[in-house]
Every structure is written in structure tokens, then in C-alpha cells.
């Protein structure tokens, strides 16, 4: 069955020359050769401002960048959100731009009994990170504690679910064939829409 995937890549580099970049050329080849229709967004090529107080985040300007992304999320089967893991968590970069995007009545509603409405569920998302250490060390010693906060806090929230996750660790000092092998795993990725 043909899915929706949006692609959102989160390094702020725009040089397109990261694992991050590959490992989304090798998703996106292996989805579009499998018939899913595949769109992207490079968080590195958008201007938007940050949301610097609770007014701008309820009430706030969308600015013509978030409008688009949140039309092609709400428009989604699945997302995939991938970004190298700097200091500990997601360049601040991606972190403004997913507070843009996942604002009220987008992708949640309050309640007038304190709960919220889940506005974006009936999706799935796939989170890849890249990271220096090993990922088994911030699995398991860091607790992937940025990973789970994006798990939980955002996609969760907006009732995003299932949400997996790819973790590519040492990736400064990997070679050809361990390489090879991660974009053959992104690409059955793809392919499956998942």
C-alpha cells in the first residue's frame, strides 16, 4: 500500500555533504522506488523566528514556511525526522522550527477539562540520529533522553504513533562498508514506509 512520507531534515548545515543527508537520499530511494509519494523539508534552507513567549506559541504569525509544513505533515501517513545528536539533543535549529510547526490547533487542542485532543494521530514517524559515541552508550548510559523527549513530548503528544527510531553511532569514524551497510537499512526503510 502507497503511503505519504514527509521527510523533514533537521542538520542545520545546508551543504548537503552529513551522514544525515545520506541516510535521507537512501530513505527517499528506496520509498520512491516502492510507489509511496515522498516530500522534504530541509529545516537548513528555511528563515522563520524563534517563539519566544506563550503568546506566540498559542497566537503567534505562522509564517509561510510553517503553513506549508504543517499542510504537508497534516497531509502525511508517516514522517521521518532525522538530525545529528549536538550536545546531547537536536540542533537548536530544528528544535525552534518543530516548536513553529507543532503549535495549538495544529497539533493539539486544549480541552476545557485540562486534557488536550490529539489533532495528528493515524500517523506513524521514524526519528534517525547520528551521533559521535556509540548509540548503545546513549541508549543506555545518557537514557536517549532527547530521543524520548521527541518521542513523547511532541510526536506522541500530537498522537503521532508508532514512533521508531534508527540510531547511527561513531559516525566519524566509520568506514566504507559499515556505511554502505546503514544506507542499505534506510533504503528497505523506505521501501516498507516505515
Known amino acids: 500500500m502507497s503511503r505519504r512520507i514527509t521527510l523533514i531534515q533537521g542538520h542545520p548545515d545546508p551543504s ?10 537512501a530513505y527517499r530511494a528506496g520509498a520512491e522506488s516502492a510507489g509511496h ?9 528555511l528563515t522563520f523566528p524563534m517563539i519566544r513567549n506563550k503568546e506566540d506559541f498559542e497566537h503567534g504569525e505562522r509564517p509561510a514556511v510553517v503553513r506549508e509544513a504543517q499542510s504537508m505533515i497534516r497531509t502525511s501517513d508517516h514522517l521521518v525526522i532525522l538530525y545529528p545528536l549536538w550536545l546531547g539533543t537536536m540542533p537548536a535549529l530544528l528544535k525552534a522550527y518543530l516548536e513553529q510547526v507543532f503549535r495549538y490547533d495544529f497539533a ?12 495528528l494521530e493515524g500517523r506513524s514517524a521514524r526519528v534517525v540520529v547520528t551521533m559521535g559515541m556509540p548509540a548503545l552508550a546513549y541508549r543506555l548510559y ?9 518521542e513523547r513530548n511532541v510526536l506522541k503528544f500530537a498522537g503521532i504513533s ?7 553511532g561513531m559516525v566519524e569514524n566509520v568506514d566504507d562498508e559499515r556505511r554502505r ?3 542499505e537499512q534506510m533504503e528497505r526503510l523506505g521501501r516498507k514506509g516505515i
Open 16 to 25: 548537503r555533504t552529513h551522514l544525515c543527508h545520506a541516510l535521507e537520499d
Open 181 to 183: 551497510r546503514w544506507l
Open 37 to 45: 509519494e515522498v516530500r522534504a523539508i530541509e529545516v537548513a534552507s
Open 142 to 150: 545518557f537514557g536517549a533522553h532527547s530521543l524520548k523527549s521527541l
Open 162 to 168: 508508532p514512533v521508531r527510531e534508527s540510531l547511527f
Open 108 to 119: 493539539f487542542e486544549p480541552l476545557p477539562n485540562g486534557r488536550f485532543k490529539r489533532l
